[in-house]
């Protein structure tokens, strides 16, 4: 009985040392999903942001992109992301000029056929169904306003749909439905990325850092100044009478103190995707949200392209303790190696 004693003991003993040793638990990280927002040239800080997420080992599980963030997502989900970043990078004024084919006769005053051509180039008749990340890229039905998700179907085209800013590029014809760009009515899709899967959203917004917009002036009216300005309107409306070729280009380029019809209908959008931006994010916010201080970028400074990347990828470096912070919450533990799940 004695010896039984021990040897029970000494057996109860290894086991508590096989204990001791076995494999702790496994964690399992959350799904990961990003929502990569609207900012025409400023959009090139998204590139940035992949890469630094790649470098800290972080690749997403879902990509949902609206407008410059679906050509991104879109270029990353079909393993292109090399080819775009060498174009941003190489792009210098007279080559972004070499883009616009502007048109005054179509439903748009740039048809696009120029920056088509080279993404269908770069994605080679990629299709979203294809792809090995999860993906959808934001459009808007312009005659309904419904919130269109691309989930299938050709890549090229679906971003061409996304980034379609009404009046400056035309509509693109999807599935019977008239699209234009994603931002209208969802600039950062963080909804979209959850229900396509995302337990962690990481969003990125490229123009919270539009300081000064949004206030209010409760006072304002007319004064001498504007009475002068409409003198020197007429004089001007009797000389292109005259000159319709130049006032025609004045009218569209703007001239000093009058801005043209592009930079009205951008900057028009810009307030209205801000605005719209502020109240979907109070309504679903993401888990992460990086912020590029691109303040100094405007909307049409496509030959910045190595400034925005960098601006990117600086805003995400500084989140990667938030969003560390966030994978481990969100993790859980592997129920067959013994953890609770």
């Known amino acids: 009985m004695v010896f039984e004693g021990l040897f029970t003991r000494v057996r109860n003993g290894d086991r508590s040392a096989e204990a001791t040793t076995q494999t702790p ?3 399992t990280r959350p799904v990961i999903g990003l929502a990569l927002g609207g900012g025409a040239a400023r959009g090139f800080a998204h590139i940035g942001v992949m890469r630094t997420l790649a470098a800290h080992g972080i690749v997403p599980d879902v990509i949902v992109g609206t407008s410059i963030g679906a050509v991104v997502g879109g270029c990353y989900a079909a393993k292109q992301l090399d080819g775009l970043e060498t174009w941003a990078r190489t792009l210098s004024v007279r080559g972004v000029l070499s883009y616009l084919d502007i048109s005054l006769s179509g439903a748009g005053l740039i048809r696009g056929s120029h920056l088509a051509k080279q993404l269908d180039e770069t994605l080679s008749g990629a299709r979203i169904d294809d792809l090995p990340i999860r993906f959808a890229a934001i459009a808007t039905e312009f005659n309904t306003g419904h919130e269109i998700w691309l989930t299938r179907g050709r890549l090229a085209e679906a971003l061409r749909a996304s980034y379609a800013l009404p009046g400056i590029f035309p ?20 909804s979209a990325a959850r229900a396509l899967g995302a337990r962690l959203v990481i969003a990125v ?14 006072s304002h009216g007319s004064d001498e100044a504007d009475e002068a300005a409409d003198e020197q309107a007429k004089r001007q409306g009797l000389r292109g009478m005259f000159s319709g070729e130049r006032s025609l280009r004045r009218q569209f ?24 931006t502020r109240a979907r994010l109070a309504g679903d916010p993401p888990d992460v949200l990086i912020s590029p201080r691109l303040g100094p970028l405007g909307w049409f400074d496509f030959h910045r392209g190595s400034d925005a990347i960098a601006i990117g990828a600086d805003a995400t470096e500084k989140s990667m303790g938030a969003i ?14 013994g953890g609770a799940k």
């Open 25 to 27: 638990p496994a964690a």
């Open 171 to 190: 509509p693109v014809l999807i599935g019977g439905r008239w699209l234009v760009d994603g931002a209208l009515v969802n600039p950062v899709p963080v």
């Open 205 to 218: 917004n490229l123009n919270s850092d539009l300081f000064g917009r949004g206030t209010i002036i409760s």
């Open 253 to 276: 380029l703007g001239r000093r103190g009058r801005p043209g019809i592009p930079t009205v209908m951008v900057e028009a959008f810009n307030v209205m995707q801000d605005r719209i």
């Open 324 to 337: 560390n912070e966030a994978i481990a919450a969100l993790s859980t533990t592997d129920v067959s190696n």
